[in-house]
């Protein structure tokens, strides 16, 4: 009984900001106050005409898409050799495709920032798509690792056996069985890339912001309730796709538990 109440309050600890949130996204005042003074959705319909911010939320889908299929172009094959294969340097390789998870974002953004800058590369497409592929990359070799690695290698054996070549097997028997993996991973590179701002800040340039970026920039100079209407957006957004991955899916069984 007493773990469940201090899980309880550390889940309310958690929460208890969006709440806020949640309150001021529809709150009629002019300005950041709780409570607010009335109810109303005019900053919804604001967001939606605010031509900038909604251009950034653009950019970023579409950042993220790219980042997604390249992390999963990379990762799914970089976690198949580490589950299935049995090469020397094996265990360096897994440490060095998810040693970005062990840094600060801070330092990882300012460490990219130095090697870009050489190359010329802040500030453009390709250096933002490369940023972020750094941080979702991890996530996606460490889950489809674990899911590779829990499948049974048996049907893989049997369809060798039976004379189909090594690529039938991985298309027609290894990627079905692992789907569900490669969704959940997909989904949160997904998530992880739309929502990155700390190297965002740091890659991105004037002319070039993703969305966080712009939120950032807005709330610099501006005190209106407008930022915690995006907030509210993206947090049913985010929440709309993990509740997805787990009615179709279930966590679990994504990582092959």
């Not at 929460?15 to 949130?21: K, N, Q, R, T, Y």
């Not at 028997?173 to 890339?193: E, K, M, N, Q």
């Not at 995006?230 to 709309?240: G, K, P």
Request: hydrophobic share 60%.
């Amino acid at each position: 009984m007493l773990f469940r109440a201090l899980v309880s309050c550390g889940y309310a600890f958690l929460l208890a900001p969006g709440v806020f949130v949640f309150a001021i996204a529809f709150s009629s005042d002019r300005f950041l106050t709780f409570p607010p003074p009335g109810l109303s959705l005019r900053w919804f319909v604001a967001l939606w005409r605010h031509e900038e911010l909604m251009a950034a939320m653009q950019r970023s889908a579409i950042l993220a898409s790219v980042v997604t299929l390249l992390a999963l172009a990379i990762g799914v094959p970089a976690a198949y050799a580490i589950a299935r294969l049995r090469f020397p340097g094996r265990e360096a390789v897994f440490s060095a495709l998810t040693a970005p998870l062990l840094l600060p974002t801070l330092v990882l953004g300012l460490g990219i920032l130095l090697v870009f800058f050489p190359f010329g590369l802040a500030a453009t497409w390709p250096g933002l798509a490369i940023a972020h592929l750094a941080v979702t990359l991890p996530f996606v070799v460490r889950i489809m690792a674990t899911a590779l690695a829990t499948l049974p290698p048996d049907l893989e054996d049997a369809a060798a056996t039976l004379g189909a070549p090594p690529l039938t097997v991985v298309r027609r028997v290894t990627l079905p069985l692992a789907l569900p993996g490669v969704i959940a991973s997909g989904a949160l590179a997904f998530l992880i890339s739309f929502d990155e701002v700390v190297i965002s800040l740091f890659i991105a340039g004037p002319r070039l912001s993703t969305l966080p970026v712009a939120m950032y920039r807005y709330v610099e100079g501006n005190t209106d309730p407008l930022v915690a209407a995006l907030a509210v957006v993206l947090i049913v957004f985010s929440l709309a796709i993990v509740l997805l991955v787990e009615r179709l899916l279930g966590f679990m069984r994504a990582v092959g538990r």
